[in-house]
């Protein structure tokens, strides 16, 4: 296993997961996990589907219970969801029919200041529309949430999670079925979070989107296979390893010299 | 036309009947919009079939119908979950298997007692015209529970219904508040039970709340809409009782459902023919738009 860290081992990881492991049934989700990830970096789970790349966000999350091992948030244990850490969920998973607006599905990620019996504040109220606006939706707001692209659904998650956005920010796919304008801007803000020194993890099929955004890429089925910077780990050996028979290389002449080489998705 | 419309409620039992159909309308009318964006209208429909042999038991022994009622429901929700959860057997299966189960456990206990088929006709249809004011008082507070639930905890039933890992990812105990939200429901229920009966009660949570669900995309707005409706139907229905001697059960769910179909026909923007006649209104059309302006 390449284990390729770039990181002197006296840096603290912020979050540091040992020998993970995850049970649906009999077969293991994930086996034997251990990775850290540390301030202002962004990771990127590559795999094939049933990876266990959404098994190991829900972990992290707090959302799924490891059968075996643990996950240490700032040297301390998590157990259950943790405020520090945001979680945005595929996209797939919520009902895009409900009768909610844009503005009011947003403000569902507020932390809970006001007493049960009272609505949101004005200063709730103008927190979430900022959070639109970072994401360029502000004159969306009172759009009904099913009239918008797979792109601007993909924002409004986005938005509401920067409303409690703690240290850690899980994205499970944010680039599946999204617009070129919206991938630059996830990018964009990701440079912002990071240089803030807020950890990015999310989990991609985009082995291009991946290696072009990511200070490490850990590349996972159902076990690390491997994980370093992009450049170390994705060579031909790990992503055969990791999706089979599924990637196809096309090594090209260079216009020096040399050749370069791209995975794509047979 | 105000002798027609006042006339019903000069009667004592007709006013009850009228207060509790009210209180029905607006609680079902509430939980009931949960119910159809959670996509649990057959989860209603079983939990009102499969309470039925706790509201047996409690008539049986003389107990509160209401506590058969909500024993029955947390033991069948349990063994919904326990069931479905062994993995092999998907939920609506389980649900299929403990509503039918339970209501025939139902129908052979109450087959033990002597008035079998008149006590089976007022549970299966309700009998609203029997309604005492204390049944009303016990309405009006089981309901008042139940709003202030729904109120209390709208926050999360709404992050719940619209993103369900997003609501675990923000520390919302889902199965603490799926329990709390099938205890609710099972309320409603219950208490609906004397009105509109077993069978029918369904409609009294399904059918508002879709007739709101056509006209607003708010979830506030539907909500109060479909408590209006659901009252109002209510209402419409009792007439339809008084003077056509249709069961009132029947009628109220009759009246909703004409409401519901009429709606579906003619809301504005939404409605299959409105939108249909709008399309039609403003298509594109050079040669007749040439011809209105030569003419004018």
């Known amino acids: ?266 | 036309m105000i002798d027609w419309l006042t006339e019903p409620w000069q009667h004592a039992f007709m006013r009850h009947a009228l207060l509790a159909i009210v209180l029905v309308g607006v609680i079902c009318g509430v939980i009931g919009s949960f119910v159809i964006l959670r996509g649990l209208a057959f989860l209603g429909d079983a939990l009102a079939h499969a309470i039925f042999p706790g509201v047996v038991i409690a008539f049986i022994f003389g107990g509160n119908f209401l506590v058969g009622a909500i024993i029955a429901a947390v033991i069948i929700s349990a063994g919904i979950g326990t069931i479905s959860q062994s993995g092999r057997i998907t939920n609506d299966t389980a649900i299929g298997v403990i509503f039918a189960g339970g209501f025939a456990l139902g129908v052979a206990l109450l087959s033990t007692q002597r008035s079998y088929a008149r006590d089976l006709n007022s549970f299966l249809f309700g009998s609203i015209l029997s309604v005492k004011r204390t049944d009303l008082y016990l309405t009006a507070i089981v309901g008042l529970v139940v709003l202030v639930v729904v109120f209390w905890f709208r926050r999360e039933f709404t992050t719940i219904a619209f993103d369900r890992a997003f609501a675990q990812s923000q520390g919302i105990d889902l199965w603490k508040f799926d329990q709390a939200f099938l205890i609710a429901l099972s309320l409603a229920i219950v208490i609906s039970l004397q009105t509109v009966g077993n069978v029918l009660v369904l409609a009294m949570l399904v059918t508002p709340a879709a007739t709101a669900r056509l006209l607003t995309e708010r979830l506030r707005i539907m909500v109060v809409l479909s408590s209006l409706i659901g009252a109002s139907c209510g209402i419409g229905g009792l007439y339809l009782s008084y003077y056509r001697g249709v069961p009132s059960g029947a009628g109220v769910v009759l009246v909703a459902t004409s409401v519901f179909l009429l709606t579906f026909l003619f809301a504005p923007r939404t409605g299959t023919i409105t939108s249909r006649i709008q399309r039609r209104l403003h298509h594109p059309h050079p040669e007749r738009d040439e011809f209105i302006q030569r003419s004018a």
């Open chain 1, 1 to 266: 296993m390449i284990n390729a860290d770039a990181r002197s081992d006296s840096a603290r990881a912020l979050l540091e997961m040992r020998n993970l492991t995850v049970h649906y049934d009999a077969r293991p989700a994930i086996a034997d996990v251990s990775l850290d990830v540390f301030a202002g970096e962004t990771v990127s789970l590559l795999g094939p589907n049933g990876a266990g790349k959404s098994t190991l966000l829900k972990v992290i999350a707090g959302m799924l219970p490891a059968s075996h091992g643990s996950v240490h948030f700032n040297g301390s244990t998590l157990g259950g969801a943790n405020p520090s850490i945001s979680y945005i969920p595929q996209r797939a998973g919520a009902d895009w029919s409900f009768p909610i607006s844009v503005l009011e599905a947003v403000e569902l990620g507020l932390p809970r200041t006001t007493p049960r019996w009272r609505g949101f504040s004005h200063p709730e109220r103008a927190r979430a529309r900022a959070a639109l606006d970072q994401v360029g939706m502000d004159t969306h707001a009172g759009v009904q949430i099913g009239a918008l692209s797979g792109g601007q659904q993909q924002r409004v998650f986005l938005a509401r999670a920067l409303l409690d956005r703690g240290s850690i920010l899980l994205l499970d796919e944010p680039f599946t079925g999204v617009d070129v304008p919206t991938q630059e801007l996830f990018v964009t803000l990701f440079d912002e979070f990071r240089a803030e020194g807020t950890a990015i993890v999310y989990a991609t099929h985009d082995l291009a989107q991946a290696a072009r955004t990511s200070d490490r890429v850990v590349l996972l089925n159902r076990q690390v296979i491997a994980a370093g910077p992009p450049g170390q780990v994705m060579i031909e050996e790990t992503l055969r390893e990791t999706f089979g028979g599924q990637v196809l290389f096309l090594t090209a002449p260079k216009s020096g010299s040399g050749t370069s080489q791209t995975a794509v998705f047979r």
